[in-house]
């Protein structure tokens, strides 16, 4: 594995935009699917755990489908859902594609062609257990539903494991990728089609597969069941992490493109390795609100509010004991509010406009809160509370900068020299990039790899004694400007910053940005950190 975290680590390859390619998924987690009859809620807006469970012989047939000779019944809402007592289950995770058919646990609504062969494979693969699946177990009432898909980070989670069903396509892929790594002499040539079938999988590309992997704590990969074929054996997610991240290695020696990655070639099979690492890597809770907007980056909807349900789900393991109406804007408001409970402000540094009302100008407007850049981030948030006159931020740097200092040719001293010099030609590993150029060109070669990371700065960037600040709009030029860089989340390079600065109406305006620096070793010797007020 010490192959794969290396290669995922350096985290310098070229993310992909948002598919163009249309995700086919679930009308039962779409608001403006059209319903005919509906049921009665067990709760008004409450969510609802019901599971598919064997039946006893001779109980009634209804919201009943047999599998295998064996028949198996929807629940009632499970009536205690503490963890000590809740009943273990498996939770499945799989893509509707476009095909329709019969729904025949809840009629007055369509489910996909798929549904019934993925509930098959998972009780071949794993028998004996309760399993939540979206077409039997999201209820059909309105307000129900919609408290249910706010608590899908709690469905998962809670889950004693979730079962991951790809296409036969997709786990055949893998499976040839673990023969060829295992076959000795190794051919030279490492095929493409393996790769290619990944890169083409809906499940892999989906916006709901985030949520569903990050949030459990254990996932089995099982292949779709095929009329007629015998039922795979369920392999679990590191054996699989271990296959794909060995296969690209290994694609990436022979193939000589080290210098683009495996990112620009197959991104969203990049995509699935680096989501595997997360889930094995990073404990759920402390998840940041920034990471789950990267994470999220690169993943295809057919609705936003189905990117708002995914991220609300990775954010809390809580259910919710309300329906919020499902528009983006709400959605992103309860979004925000779900991380100020949790104490975590990274969201503020998602790449969207600001709000304009006075007194929350610092707080980006509802949208679906792109992340600044495509890197990987880590740390537990950007801790802050609620004070009167604003909102307190801790565990930050606080930095002056000057009009002077702006797209300055040379660092300040030979420590910034050096770390700039080694994340150059670090980047150069993977981009063509100058790498060993002359110490005044560093700076503006740091613009450059941002760039590199989808950063959509002004060009211009400010020198500071401790690193360098590329704003994503123009800082005023006769303003006294203070930085705000984050401690709590940051990538390997540096982290995200926000410009403060009084406009001529006397209001405070905010510029986010990022700050490129010894992030890690600020971190260690800065005792106490700072405070920063945003109002």
């Known amino acids: 594995m010490g192959s794969v975290w290396s290669r995922l680590r350096q985290l310098w390859w070229r993310p992909v935009a948002l598919s163009e390619v249309e995700t086919h998924e679930s009308p039962l987690q779409s608001e403006a699917a059209p319903q005919m009859d509906v049921e009665p809620p067990s709760g008004p807006g409450k969510m609802e755990l019901r599971l ?3 039946a006893e012989p001779g109980s009634p047939c209804e919201r009943t489908i ?3 000779g064996t028949s198996w019944t929807l629940s009632e809402p499970m009536p205690d859902i503490e963890p000590e007592t809740l009943t273990p289950y498996l939770c499945v995770s799989y893509v509707w594609g476009s095909g329709r058919a019969p729904n025949p646990v809840h009629p007055s609504i369509l489910m996909s062609d798929r549904t019934l062969r993925t509930f098959t494979a998972v009780t071949r693969s794993l028998p004996g257990k309760p399993i939540w699946i979206d077409a039997f177990s999201v209820p059909v009432e309105r307000m129900a539903k919609r ?4 608590s899908l980070g709690f469905v998962f989670y809670r889950a004693e494991a979730v079962v991951a069903v790809l296409r036969p396509e997709s786990f055949a892929a893998i499976e040839e990728m673990e023969v060829f790594m295992a076959t000795k002499p190794r051919p030279a040539v490492v095929p493409d089609a393996p790769l290619a079938a990944l890169e083409a999988d809906e499940w892999i590309r989906s916006v709901w597969t985030y949520q569903e992997i990050v949030n459990s704590n254990k996932v089995w990969f099982v292949s779709e069941a095929q009329d007629g074929a015998p039922a795979k054996e369920a392999v679990d997610s590191l054996d699989i992490l271990k296959i794909i991240g060995a296969y690209i290695n290994q694609w990436e020696e022979q193939t000589g493109k080290a210098a683009e990655g495996i990112r620009q070639a197959y991104p969203h099979a990049d995509n699935f390795q680096e989501l595997l690492l997360d ?4 404990e759920y809770a402390c998840r940041s609100a920034l990471q789950i907007m990267y994470g999220m980056n690169h993943r295809a909807s057919v609705s936003p509010v189905n ?7 990775a954010l809390t393991s809580i259910p919710s004991s309300r329906a919020t109406k499902p528009t983006i804007e709400l959605l992103a408001e309860r979004f925000m509010e779900l991380c100020e409970e949790k104490g ?4 503020i540094f998602c790449a969207a406009p600001r709000d304009t009302r006075p007194g929350l100008r610092w707080k980006p407007i509802p949208c679906t809160f792109p992340s600044i850049l495509a890197g990987h981030i880590s740390g537990e948030g950007l801790p802050g509370k609620r004070v009167d006159g604003g909102v307190l931020l801790s565990n930050v740097l606080v930095l002056l900068i000057t009009c002077e200092s702006r797209c300055s040719t040379l ?10 010099q080694q994340w150059l030609n670090n980047v150069a590993l993977y981009h063509r990039i100058p790498a060993n150029g002359p110490e ?8 450059e790899c941002l760039r590199l990371l989808e950063f959509n700065g002004t060009g211009d960037w400010y020198i500071s004694d401790l690193g360098v600040f590329y704003p994503r709009d123009e800082l005023p030029g006769d303003a006294e400007v203070t930085i705000c860089v984050s401690l709590g989340v940051s990538w390997r390079f540096g982290a995200p910053a926000l410009a403060a600065f009084t406009s001529t109406d006397g209001e405070k305006q905010y510029v986010l940005g990022v700050f490129v620096g010894p992030v890690e070793d600020i971190r260690r010797r800065q005792e106490p950190k700072d405070e920063f007020l945003l109002t």
């Open 307 to 313: 990117h708002f349900y995914s991220m609300i789900g």
């Open 66 to 68: 047999e599998v295998d």
């Open 52 to 54: 598919m469970m064997e």
């Open 440 to 447: 005044e060109t560093l700076a503006k070669t740091g613009y």
């Open 147 to 150: 408290a249910t898909l706010e």
């Open 344 to 347: 975590d402000y990274s969201f």
């Open 279 to 282: 889930h094995r890597l990073r």
């Open 411 to 420: 660092l300040p001293h030979e420590t910034l020299i050096a770390y700039f």
